[in-house]
Structures are given as structure tokens and as C-alpha cells.
């Protein structure tokens, strides 16, 4: 049990779907991303949230829609998918620099297995 | 550019064997280095870490040490267990708090 969870676990959409990501996190963190993770590549960092605030996005398709209404939770809403989206979705938490209280180490959740049809 | 690079896998072993996983970084300064691993069917966990030269540090047997001066901090293990089996991936982290990661070796270890 890491801290991080993330529901589904498993999802299978059509192109057409709208589906949505759910990641919480119990570690009191302030920071927040989503990763995917896609067979033979490295880990794409799409997303960072610090205090709520998109801090960062690494060039991703507006097809995916972060949402962050507080620091414990993090969505992903997904619409007209592309096959080559299917991966593993990651959700990851730590504290923020910027709170003086720092922590380098990210915690991840299990992952959301999405398959695009 | 700022990088990671790991052995490629998979590394095939033997229930017992003597494990090295190479990890070299390309960063300015002189980041905190992670392991991470991802056991099947999982999310990633914190294996272990160290936050400056020299220090080693060390998990479930794992231990890697800070080299600067070969800009390495390779993953070992004396004895590895089939429960080992995992991919292993080795970061570190910018002055943004962000991870470069590298791809990922995967281990397969037989009884």
C-alpha cells in the first residue's frame, strides 16, 4: 500500500468513449502527476500539479484533460482516444519544493491499464 | 541533454546469482539518484535512493552507490530471489522536482 490509489484499474473504451481517470492520494502531498507508460518506451511525463496549479504539459494531445480540484485528487478525462493511447496510466504523488518541505521521492499509485479499441 | 541510460534487458539470472543493473546520468550538478521497480501487473516503487556523492543506498538486499566521478549508480544484489523478478528503472531528479527516467530493465530470475 504506497498512499496512492487509482480507480479503474483496468479500462476498455471505444474511440468515441468518454471515460474518466481517478487518482487519490493519503500522504498529505501537495504535488501530483500522470505518467504513461507504454510498452518498450520510457515513462512520459503528461502532467504536474503543484497546489492545484498545472505547472506543467509535456506537449499531450487535448483529447486528455487533467482535472485537479484539490491536492488529494487527480483526474484524467479522456475523449475520442486513439488506439496508440492504449498504455498503463500512472498517478503519482510528493511534496512540493516550493513548501519548503521537500521531497524528492515520488510515490505511485498501481496504474490504470486503458485499452483504446 | 540530461539523460538516463540503463542496460538494456531482459537480464535472465539464476535463483542465487550475483546481480549488477548499470545506470549512467547526464544532469548539471548533482542530483538525487533513484531506483525504482515495478513488479508485474503493479505501479512503481521506491527500491532506494541516495541524495549525494558517495552515499549508497540500500533495500531488500539492493544497494547502489552514488559515483560522481563515473556519473553511475548501479544497482546490485549478492543473492536474487525469483520474487525479484521486475522491471527496474533508474532516475533522478531535476530542479524542478521532475524525474528523468531511464527505460527500464526488465529482470527474469529462474528457480
Known amino acids: 500500500e504506497t498512499g496512492v490509489t487509482q480507480t479503474p484499474r483496468h479500462l476498455v473504451m471505444g474511440m468515441t468513449n468518454k471515460k474518466s481517470l481517478k487518482c487519490e492520494q493519503h500522504?498529505?502531498?501537495?504535488?501530483m502527476y500522470w505518467y504513461k507508460q507504454s510498452a518498450k518506451k520510457p515513462l512520459e511525463l503528461m502532467f504536474v500539479y503543484n497546489f492545484k496549479e498545472q505547472t506543467e504539459n509535456n506537449s499531450v494531445p487535448s483529447r486528455f484533460s487533467p482535472e485537479c480540484p484539490n491536492s488529494s485528487h487527480l483526474f484524467l478525462h479522456l475523449h475520442t482516444l486513439q488506439p496508440e493511447d492504449s498504455a498503463l496510466y500512472l498517478c503519482?504523488?510528493?511534496?512540493?519544493?516550493?513548501?519548503?518541505?521537500?521531497?524528492?521521492?515520488?510515490?505511485f499509485g498501481p496504474g490504470t491499464r486503458l485499452t483504446v479499441l | 541533454g540530461d539523460s538516463v541510460t540503463q542496460m538494456e534487458g531482459p537480464v535472465t539470472l539464476s535463483e542465487e546469482a550475483f546481480l549488477t543493473i548499470n545506470c549512467t546520468y547526464t544532469?548539471?550538478?548533482?542530483?538525487?539518484l533513484f531506483w525504482y521497480v515495478q513488479y508485474p501487473g503493479e505501479g512503481l516503487q521506491l527500491l532506494l535512493k541516495?541524495?549525494?556523492a558517495d552515499d549508497k543506498g540500500s533495500n531488500k538486499g539492493f544497494e547502489a552507490t552514488y559515483r560522481k566521478e563515473t556519473t553511475s549508480f548501479h544497482l546490485e544484489k549478492g543473492s536474487v530471489q525469483v520474487s525479484d523478478s521486475a522491471v527496474y528503472f533508474c532516475a533522478w531528479v531535476d530542479s524542478n522536482y521532475q524525474l528523468i527516467w531511464g527505460a527500464g530493465t526488465k529482470l527474469i530470475i529462474k528457480p
Open positions: 541516495a541524495t549525494k
Open positions: 544532469a548539471t550538478g548533482y542530483p538525487s
Open positions: 500522504l498529505g502531498h501537495n504535488a
Open positions: 503519482a504523488s510528493s511534496q512540493d519544493g516550493a513548501s519548503g518541505l521537500s521531497t524528492d521521492t515520488q510515490y
